[in-house]
């Protein structure tokens, strides 16, 4: 067993390599910019518009950077969206205006969804029946540690100057070396079975809600928290060991949250994330007012990163259990627009709300969105009865960037199976 993991991790270390470096690269971005905007004295909703640029470059590339690679091929695809990836990290030092970073953030969202595609399909290429829940194993181990290191990289500069961004650009760039001297073949980007969000919604209500409930969420989140951890007073470091914890703890619980997803009603877990989700805000709400150690915070943070990114994979194998085989990669990339939408407006709403009513309101949408979610999921719970266990799939962590991570998912199988099942 040992021995296989170690091949399976041989044969793809560089992609692996590629893709720890420009997600550190990434999320350290995603932390300077909307600290860089607090320090120059932006409002909190600007902050937001541009921040929320990324989500929707993000959307727009999962489904038109395929063309880019077809047309002039992996290596080299991946090669431009690395160089211009770079080469904007360093723009927004330049043009330091919020129009400019705007246009900046959908570019880089674009690119970083091409060179997951090209990673992940790559990823694919190398994996066979028998390893690639290990490959995908590995890619969402290098996914969440490369970027809770990222964040942590805020440290070692002042957030002010140009360092930080150079360092991201740098970082960014030193992801073409493992990929760049690959020597492997060329992956196969298949075409897909389509399938539309109305055919989805009417198989799994509360998959595709709940996606874009998710996209609300993290989104708003990750474009937000740190300035609302400013706004509460906690130092830059703190502020980005706060977001490092949330990621840290975002890996941590998959493995808990996927027993009981496969033990218990889908819908029932769903709903206890949901509430989770509320009530470690609520928590860390009553905590800050309260002054309570760092740590008690840092404790509060993990629980809700482990809930919060337990939203959209619980979303995925709720809307898999009601669909045919044939179709998952198809819904996966339709489920990922949908949360690629909410993750676009939830940072929209939120710094809206966070520059009328101040930094509390964070809290109070976070949650209240969450519970009113767990609200209705329970509703569905009575309405509709749970899938038998044996036609129910198996719960697999799933990144949130790229569709081509789903021909990774053991789940999927290229041949059809049986129609599929109305649900709530």
């Known amino acids: 067993m040992a021995q296989n993991i170690r091949e399976t991790l041989a044969s793809v270390r560089a992609l692996l390599g590629g893709t ?20 120059d ?37 991946f090669s431009v969206f690395a160089a211009l990836t ?12 919020p129009a400019a970073w705007v246009v900046l953030r959908v570019i880089n969202g674009f690119c970083i969804a091409g060179m997951t595609t090209s990673i992940e399909s790559w990823l694919n290429e190398r994996s066979t029946n028998e390893t690639r829940g290990r490959v ?34 740098a970082l960014i760039g030193l992801s073409l070396i493992p990929v760049a001297m690959t020597r492997l073949g060329k ?28 996209g609300v969420l993290i989104g708003s989140f990750y474009a937000l928290a740190v300035v609302f951890a400013r706004q509460i007073g906690m130092s830059v470091s703190q502020a980005a060991m706060f977001m490092s914890v949330v ?26 994330i949901l509430i989770a989700v509320g009530a470690t805000w ?7 007012s309260n002054g309570v150690p760092l740590v008690v915070l840092m404790v509060i943070a993990l629980a809700f990163g482990g809930a919060i990114s337990s939203i959209y994979p619980l979303c995925v194998a709720q809307t898999f259990d009601r669909l045919d085989r044939a179709f998952y990669v198809a819904a996966s990339g339709r489920l990922l627009m949908v949360y690629s939408i909410g993750a ?42 749970q899938l038998p266990r044996d036609e129910q799939e198996k719960f697999i962590p799933l990144p949130d960037i790229s569709p081509e991570a789903m021909a990774l998912d053991p789940r999927t199988d290229p041949e059809p199976c049986a129609p599929s099942r109305p649900d709530d």
């Open 187 to 214: 992956p196969d980007l298949a075409q897909v079975r389509v399938l539309g969000v109305r055919q989805i919604y009417a198989a799994s209500k509360v998959g595709v809600v709940g996606a874009a409930v998710a």
């Open 20 to 39: 720890a470096a420009f997600m550190a690269g990434n999320s350290l971005l995603g932390v300077v910019l909307p600290l860089r905007m607090e320090a």
């Open 344 to 385: 676009t407006v939830g940072p929209l709403l939120a710094a809206a709300l966070m520059s009328a009513y101040g930094p509390a309101s964070f809290f109070v949408f976070e949650s209240v969105i969450a519970i009113a979610y767990a609200i209705f999921v329970l509703f569905s719970v009575r309405a509709v009865p």
């Open 247 to 272: 990621v840290l703890g975002g890996l941590t619980f998959q493995v808990p949250v996927g027993m009981l997803a496969d033990k218990f009603d889908r819908r029932v877990v769903m709903a206890g």
């Open 86 to 97: 770079a080469a904007t990290c360093l723009a927004y030092d330049a043009f330091f205006t």
């Open 136 to 169: 995908l194993g590995f890619y969402m181990l290098s996914f969440y540690l490369a970027m809770a290191l990222g964040q942590t990289l805020v440290n070692v500069a002042p957030v002010e100057g140009s360092d930080l961004l150079m360092l991201s650009s």
């Open 41 to 77: 004295g932006y409002p909190v909703l600007l902050t937001g518009v541009v921040m929320a640029a990324y989500y929707l470059g993000l959307a727009l590339g999962g489904f038109r950077s395929k063309l880019v690679i077809l047309r002039i091929g992996h290596i080299r695809a």
């Open 282 to 288: 609520g928590l860390l709400s009553l905590s800050i």
